[in-house]
Structure formats: C-alpha cells, structure tokens
C-alpha cells in the first residue's frame, strides 16, 4: 500500500485556468506535484502519481489510477480562477466534514498558509468527482487564483513552487503522524560561466544535430534549448561533459554513478530529483 497518490490536475489537451499572461494551471500542477511526491519520498514515504508529464486524464480515470495503487491518501493539486482579477486565496476540499479527508485538507491548508501570504478561503466540502470516486480519503488543493496577475507571477517562480511543495509535504506527512526533517536542499550553488569548457559542449550538440550554435563559449537560451534529455543509459561526449561539469569520473557513459552526481546536484539547487536532465537541470548546469 502507497502512503499516498499525488493528481496533478488537468493536462494535455485540457490546461486549465490561463492566467494573465497566457501561463497555464496544468504545467504548474504539474511540477509542484511532483516536486511535493519527491520531498514526500526523501522522508521515507511512498508516492504514485496519476500522470507525470503533459498528459489528460479523464476524472473517473484519476480516480481509478488512485484506487488501483490504493494509497492510504489522495491529494488533487489544483489553481482557481475567476472573472474578478483581484480575487485571491487559498482553500482545500474534503467530500465531507469529520473525517480522515478533512483531516488532511485542514493540515495541508495550515501548512500553506504561512508561506502564500493570501487569503485563507477555508476547508470546504465538494461533490467533486475525483474526491468522491477515490477509495482513500483525499483532499483538493485550489492554490490560490491563476487570474490574478500576482498569483501568477508567484507560482511562475521555481523557489515559490518549491516552497508550496515542500508545505504541502509537511501537510502530509502530519497526517501520517509524522514529523517533516529539513532538508538543506534551498541553497542554490553560484556558478562563474567561465569555469566550465561550453564550447565543448556547443560544439558537440551540433554535431549531434540538436542545434546550430555559435560556438562562443557563452551558455544562453540557445544553448539551453539545444540541450537534450539525458539519463541512466546515455553515453558519449554530452554525457561526458555533464561528468565533468558534476566534478566526477568522466568516461562518457551515464551509469549509477553519475545519476547520483545529477540527484545530489538536484537537491542541492532546489530541484526535483530524479536523477534526470532536463530543461530545469540543465539551466541550472548552464548557470543561467
């Protein structure tokens, strides 16, 4: 049995509440809960998710996800809208009053709380399908509002979704009776450009055709964007460059070692660890 089964709301072809700027409620969902599955998981719990990238689900299908891996919680994430820009809040739901469910949404809500600064709309009650079909007790979050233009350009900062990542941990682990252990994971590691060889790296994403960089030894958005996923499998001299960027045995071939290197590196600049490089890792790798 899980401790619990995180649901990133929406996805795919349903993104949600589009905020004043065009950003959307299903990316952001998306990577705050995750992140909250992997500070849950470096506590010592268990955590499934109902997606892990940009994928729609239908809401029975969510719950169905849920009640096959049988979690002893469920916890939907979730942003509000409304037509008034000026409106904002947090506020949690549960399918009813008095029990586990509620429970759960009341120790996520006073986590939150501190930390979002806005208004506290309550624990409230709701015939929502996924708090109504999933067999564990569950909880909804509505993280404040996507179309208010200052929510949003909160939840657009990576050190404010992992700080409602981490409050929403805390909020869980709470319910399970026990105690979060801080992690020194917030301290981002200040890099010089210049220490590391990018023409190296230029050099090789455009033989490998991911780009057609100039090569200047300057990391910009171009070069970001030329920089392909990597994990446990990959070899060559991409992986050989992350190697020697993580101060560790180079030989080009990404094996225990090196995902280790990349999740101790993940933790240390706020990001979730996974062992795999993505956009975030890599931004981070570019010192950008």
């Known amino acids: 049995m899980l401790d619990f089964v995180f649901d990133a709301g929406h996805g795919g072809k349903d993104p ?24 849950v998981k470096e506590q010592g719990y268990t955590v499934g998710y109902t997606r892990t990238n940009d994928k729609f689900l239908e809401l029975y299908e969510r719950a169905n996800i849920s009640n096959s891996l049988k979690p002893k919680y469920f916890v939907s994430f979730h942003i509000n809208s409304f037509t008034d820009p000026s409106v904002n809040g ?38 929502f399908a996924v708090l109504r079909r999933t067999q564990a007790p569950a909880a909804l979050l509505e993280l404040g509002f996507m179309s208010n233009p200052e929510q949003e350009s909160k939840l657009s900062l ?17 319910t399970l009776g026990g105690n979060y252990k801080e992690q020194p994971v917030f301290t981002p590691v200040q890099e010089t450009k210049p220490n590391y060889d990018y023409v190296e790296l ?10 057609k960089l100039a090569i200047d030894n300057i990391p910009g958005p171009k070069t970001l964007a030329a920089c392909p996923t990597v994990r446990i499998g990959a070899r060559g001299n991409i992986t050989k460059w992350i190697q020697k960027r993580l101060g560790i045995s180079a030989d080009g071939i990404f ?32 010192g950008l």
Do not use: H
Request: proline share 2%.
């Open 90 to 127: 947090l506020e949690t739901y549960c399918y009813s009053k008095g029990g586990a469910g509620e429970i759960l949404a009341v120790n996520i809500l006073e986590e939150l709380l501190p930390v979002m600064d806005i208004p506290n709309r309550g624990v409230k009650t709701a015939n």
């Open 158 to 174: 990576e050190t404010y979704r992992n700080e409602l990542a981490i409050a929403i941990a805390k909020g869980c682990i709470e």
């Open 16 to 39: 949600g509440a589009i905020g004043p700027t065009r950003k959307n409620e299903a990316d952001f969902v998306l990577d705050i809960c995750l992140k909250a599955g992997s500070y």
């Open 202 to 211: 230029q050099k090789e994403l455009n033989i490998q055709g991911y780009g």
């Open 255 to 286: 094996g225990e070692k090196t995902k280790k290197a990349v999740i101790d590196f993940q933790k240390t600049n706020g990001l979730v660890s996974d062992g795999i490089l993505g956009k975030n890792t890599w931004r981070k790798l570019l």
